[in-house]
T-cell receptor
Framework: NAGVTQTPKFRVLKTGQSMTLLCAQD?????MYWYRQDPGMGLRLIHY???????AKGEVPDGYNVSRLKKQNFLLGLESAAPSQTSVYFC????????????????FGSGTRLTVV | SQQGEEDPQALSIQEGENATMNCSYK?????LQWYRQNSGRGLVHLIL?????REKHSGRLRVTLDTSKKSSSLLITASRAADTASYFC????????????FGSGTRLSIRP
């Protein structure tokens, strides 16, 4: 049982390049989330998904796109990377048998450290 | 804007002492959660307290919630070196209970 797996773990991009971060969970969780963590700022929510085929914007969605084609996968895309997107990105998932997914703790991946030069 | 804010930002104590961290939030919530993050790692869920609960225990952890003051505290008793980490509170929004928002965290250092 791997939990939440993020790939890649590290990446360096040049400004303007694109990339996709992959998050996979094997816990049959309905809800999945993408956060970014910058020094001294805690975690900020980028996008989230309440189920397969659905996505919604979080606090800082600009410059990112997401897709949830399969329940177990949540992809985060950067179409044209900018230095301001240098950060550590965390994916999380949550079990939700009812209408309050926040009644359960989130399971986090180990993060992707992205540097845009 | 962040929903929760931790205080202090950094805390250094001697091994064996108790550590107390506080969290304040702005709007009504369904529940509040505490997470731990070791350096370079992902977050680990510690404990969840619902809005109708006032206190909860889990091992050496004690969490309190005061909804009238919109604040919570996390107490770690008999601290150990392995407790060195950053601790984050996270709250949902009563009006939109599909996601949680994190505070900026408290960095806890345990001195041997």
């Amino acid at each position: 049982n791997a939990g939440v797996t993020q790939t890649p773990k590290f990446r360096v991009l040049k400004t303007g390049q694109s990339m996709t971060l992959l998050c996979a969970q094997d816990m049959n969780h309905e809800y999945m989330y993408w956060y970014r963590q910058d020094p001294g700022m805690g975690l900020r929510l980028i996008h989230y998904s309440v189920g397969e085929g659905t996505t919604a914007k979080g606090e800082v969605p600009d410059g990112y796109n997401v897709s949830r084609l399969k329940k177990q996968n949540f992809l985060l895309g950067l179409e044209s990377a900018a230095p301001s997107q240098t950060s550590v990105y965390f994916c999380a998932s949550s079990y939700s048998p009812d209408r309050h997914p926040t009644d359960y703790g989130y399971t986090f991946g180990s993060g992707t450290r992205l540097t845009v030069v | 804007s962040q929903q929760g804010e931790e205080d202090p930002q950094a805390l250094s104590i001697q091994e064996g002492e108790n550590a107390t961290m506080n969290c304040s939030y702005k709007t009504s919530i369904n529940n509040l959660q505490w997470y731990r993050q070791n350096s370079g790692r992902g977050l680990v869920h510690l404990i969840l307290i619902r809005s109708n609960e006032r206190e909860k225990h889990s091992g050496r952890l004690r969490v309190t919630l005061d909804t009238s003051k919109k604040s919570s505290s996390l107490l770690i008793t008999a601290s150990r070196a392995a407790d060195t980490a950053s601790y984050f509170c996270a709250t949902d929004l009563y009006s939109s209970a599909s996601k949680i928002i994190f505070g900026s965290g408290t960095r806890l250092s345990i001195r041997p």
